[in-house]
C-alpha cells in the first residue's frame, strides 16, 4: 500500500485548487436551478407542480455535491476547509480579513438545523448527521445501520432539507476558490516527462514495447521499423489512402519552406479551409512547432469515404510500427476531403 506523500503548505492550496477544477466540471453536467428559494424548508426550490423527472434531477445535483463536498469538511481530508483556513491565514498573499471572515461563515448554522424523525421513533439530528447517513449509507459505501435510516424517510424529505446546506457549503467552496486565485494560488503542476502518455487498449495482445529509435514514444507497444516493412505497408494502401499520404507528406513539406510558396499550396488545399485565412502562417507556424514529425500510415475515415484523416506524431526521428490499438497524446491531424474525385486538405486539428 502506497504511503501518502508529505506536501507542503503550498502544495496543498494547489491540490485545493485541482480537486475544485474538478468539481466545478462534474457539477456543471447536473447543474442546481440558478435560484433557490431558501427561506421555506417544506419547498426550497420551489418545486411545487414540478414534473416529477425534475425533482429527481435535483436530487442527482444534490448527491452528487454531497460526494464531492466531502473532502472539504471532513476531519481526515487534507484539502478540509479549516486547515485550508489555517494555512491561509498564515500566508502574505491572503486578505486575513476575507479568511477570518469566510471562518465565521463556516462556523455560522448554514441554513435552519434540521431533525429528522423516523418511523421506529428514532432520530438524525443535523445536516451534517443527514448527509453522512446518505454519503456512507448508499452513495460511497454501504453502511448498514445508515442505510436502514434511508429506509425509514423518503428522499424528497431529505432534499427538502439538505438542498440549502449542501448550495450554502458550494458556496463557501466557491469564495475560497476565488481568494486563492486572487492571491495568485496555482493549481497542480502537469507532469512533464521525456515520453508520451500512452493507453494500451488490449494488452492481452503481449506486444512488446520494443520502440528506442524514437525514444519519445518508446511507451507505446511496438518496435521500430526496417524499410522492407514500410515498402511492404506502402504497397497495401489503397489509392485513395496512397492518394491523401502522398499530399500530407507534400503539404507538410511546403509548410516548411521559407518563403511560402502559395501557389503550390493552392494545389493541395480546398480553398474554402480556414487555412487560407493568413496565407498559410498559421498553419506553418504549427507545423513548424512540431520537431521530427511523422505521418501515420494508417488513414483513418471518419465522416465517410470523401473524408480522411491522417495523423501527425511528433518526435520520430526513426518510424515505428504497433499492432496493438492504443490511445495516444499529443497527436495532431491532417483532415481530407475528396471533391470530383480529388483529395485535398480542409484543415488541421491540434491535440
Given amino acids: 500500500m502506497n504511503k501518502a506523500s508529505k506536501i507542503d503548505n503550498a502544495s496543498l492550496l494547489s491540490l485545493f485548487m485541482f480537486t475544485v477544477q474538478e468539481y466545478d466540471a462534474i457539477t456543471a453536467c447536473v447543474p442546481l436551478p440558478t435560484k433557490i428559494e431558501c427561506s421555506s424548508i417544506s419547498d426550497p426550490l420551489g418545486l411545487r407542480g414540478s414534473k416529477i423527472e425534475d425533482i429527481e434531477m435535483v436530487w442527482t445535483a444534490i448527491c452528487v455535491r454531497m460526494m464531492l463536498q466531502r473532502k472539504y469538511f471532513s476531519n481526515s481530508e487534507r484539502v478540509q476547509l479549516k486547515k485550508l483556513f489555517d494555512i491561509a491565514e498564515t500566508d502574505p498573499r491572503f486578505s486575513a480579513k476575507a479568511i477570518g471572515d469566510l471562518r465565521k461563515r463556516l462556523k455560522q448554522p448554514l441554513g435552519r438545523d434540521i431533525e429528522l424523525l423516523l418511523q421506529d421513533g428514532n432520530d438524525v439530528q443535523g445536516h451534517f448527521s443527514n448527509i453522512e447517513d446518505i454519503v456512507y449509507g448508499s452513495l460511497l459505501h454501504a453502511d448498514y445501520d445508515r442505510a436502514m435510516r434511508l429506509q425509514a424517510i423518503p428522499n424528497n424529505v431529505r432534499m427538502h432539507a439538505l438542498t440549502p446546506f449542501v448550495f450554502s457549503r458550494e458556496q463557501i467552496i466557491f469564495k475560497f476558490r476565488d481568494l486563492c486565485i486572487s492571491a495568485e494560488v496555482p493549481t497542480l503542476a502537469r507532469i512533464d516527462g521525456s515520453k508520451a502518455a500512452v493507453l494500451n487498449l488490449d494488452a492481452s495482445r503481449g506486444e512488446a514495447k520494443e520502440v528506442s529509435g524514437s525514444p519519445y514514444w518508446s511507451n507505446i507497444a511496438g518496435h521500430d521499423a526496417d524499410v522492407d516493412e514500410l515498402v511492404c505497408i ?30 503550390r499550396l493552392d494545389d493541395v488545399v480546398w480553398q474554402d479551409s480556414w487555412l487560407y485565412r493568413d496565407g498559410f502562417k498559421h498553419a506553418a507556424g504549427l507545423i513548424r512547432s512540431i520537431p521530427d514529425i511523422g ?35 499529443n497527436v495532431y491531424q491532417l483532415h481530407f476531403e475528396k471533391r470530383c474525385g480529388e483529395w485535398k486538405v480542409i484543415a488541421i486539428t491540434e491535440p
Fill in 295 to 329: 505521418a501515420s500510415s494508417h488513414i483513418a475515415h471518419e465522416g465517410g469515404p470523401n473524408n480522411a484523416q491522417v495523423k501527425l506524431f511528433p518526435n520520430v526521428p526513426n518510424a515505428w510500427i504497433t499492432n496493438t490499438p492504443q490511445l495516444l497524446t
Fill in 234 to 263: 506502402a504497397e497495401k494502401l489503397s489509392d485513395d489512402d496512397a492518394a491523401t499520404f502522398l499530399i500530407a507528406k507534400v503539404f507538410v513539406g511546403l509548410l516548411m519552406e521559407e518563403p511560402l510558396d502559395v501557389e
